[in-house]
């Protein structure tokens, strides 16, 4: 097939239907579409066009009961089993807090919503799925045996657009605030003095904004005492330690529209190919370790102490998972988390970029 014309939507459905057992986003990149528009293709053929309103949509989760969340990017799948309670509205950040689902969710982002069914030998497998501007995958609810089919419908009624055609306007690369920057005239001594000045992590974000520095730039250049290269197999070496010793760990991936966070203990460690799993009751975990480019550890001070993340980077400058020790906000870090992060073994760090 020609690589400069995209497929039409029987095309797409034709393909499918070649492929069944091909991955959506794997089938979507051999076909050179987003994975927005191979959904799409399938508009009135199990698959509704909905309305992203992620507010009505996050308070209507509720009633569905349990479900699983998914929310991946390039290297990462991160997948949750709960309910969507403790939500927080709201236009610019809306949050699930619940204590299986955490979220933080940037609804300006979420551009397309789909919900899909798919017939898996005598069953039915349901989802909402939910794409930005540029048709790739933000975040998916995946309906279990024991949720509230009529919930979910009613939610569905609630959010169907008028527009049910197969095809699905995607407007090129999205707008990403934590991409690779190019050169940077920021002073590293004012790189250090904001940093020493930190009393939350969540300042993080705006110190880098400010200073119109990356995250990988900023811990390359800010010098050892606040962030240092790890060899590239720690994480490999943290999923197990942590493991080993019933540690409660924190584990966020994200993507442009949504971050999901995990809280707590990991158990079943398990390598498969290039993929390092954890495959836990409520938790499942796939990350890539072939698309590992650095692995930085990362000390940032706070009002209870200074806190170090585990920061994973892919080649292109964007971070694929971060880790942290659990914490509450006003506590201080876990000491066997510092100790197991200062004792990951270690590389020289780079020249700053």
């Known amino acids: 097939m020609d690589q400069c014309v995209k497929p039409a939507p029987h095309e797409i459905r034709w393909a499918r239907s070649e492929n069944p057992k091909t991955r959506e986003r794997d089938l979507a990149a051999q076909l050179g579409i987003s994975e927005a528009e191979l959904v799409a293709a399938h508009c009135g053929d199990g698959v509704i066009r909905i309305e992203p309103r992620v507010n009505d ?3 209507g989760l509720e009633a569905v009961g349990e479900v699983m969340a998914l929310t991946r990017n390039e290297s990462a799948v991160h997948e949750k089993i ?4 403790k939500v927080v509205t709201g236009n610019h950040n809306a949050m699930v ?5 955490d979220l933080r969710i940037f609804p300006k982002l979420w551009a397309h919503g789909f919900a899909v069914e798919k017939r898996d030998g005598d069953d039915i497998r349901r989802s909402l799925q939910f794409f930005d501007a540029a048709g790739e995958a933000v975040h998916k609810v995946h309906l279990r045996p024991a949720s509230s089919l009529y919930a979910y419908q009613k939610l569905i009624a609630s959010l169907e657009l008028s527009n049910q055609e197969p095809t699905v306007a995607i ?15 920021a002073n590293l001594d004012d790189l250090r003095d904001r940093w020493s000045r930190l009393t939350d992590v969540h300042q993080f974000f705006g110190m880098l904004k400010t200073l ?3 995250r990988r730039q900023a811990v390359r250049m800010v010098g050892t005492d606040y962030a240092w290269l790890l ?3 720690a994480v490999c070496a943290m999923f197990h330690h942590a493991a080993e010793g019933e540690m409660p760990i924190m584990c966020f991936v994200g993507n442009r529209g949504c971050i999901q966070i995990h809280s707590g203990p990991i158990k079943s460690i398990k390598q498969m190919g290039p993929w390092i799993n954890v495959l836990d009751e409520t938790f499942h975990l796939h990350l890539r370790t072939d698309h590992i ?3 930085w550890a990362v000390r940032k001070p706070t009002k209870d102490g200074h806190v170090t993340s585990l920061e994973v980077y892919a080649a292109n400058g964007e971070m694929i998972i971060q880790f942290f020790g659990k914490r509450h906000e006003g506590e201080s870090e876990r000491d066997d988390w510092r100790f197991l992060a200062e004792n990951l073994p270690r590389m020289p760090n780079p020249t700053a970029a």
């Open 212 to 214: 119109k520095l990356s």
């Open 97 to 101: 807090l619940g204590e299986n689902i």
């Open 171 to 185: 407007s090129g690369q999205a707008f990403d605030d934590e991409g690779e920057a190019t050169a940077t005239t």
């Open 82 to 85: 709960g309910v969507y309670d």
């Open 231 to 233: 060899d590239n197999d």
């Open 293 to 295: 480019h650095e692995v």
């Open 57 to 59: 949509l996050l308070t």
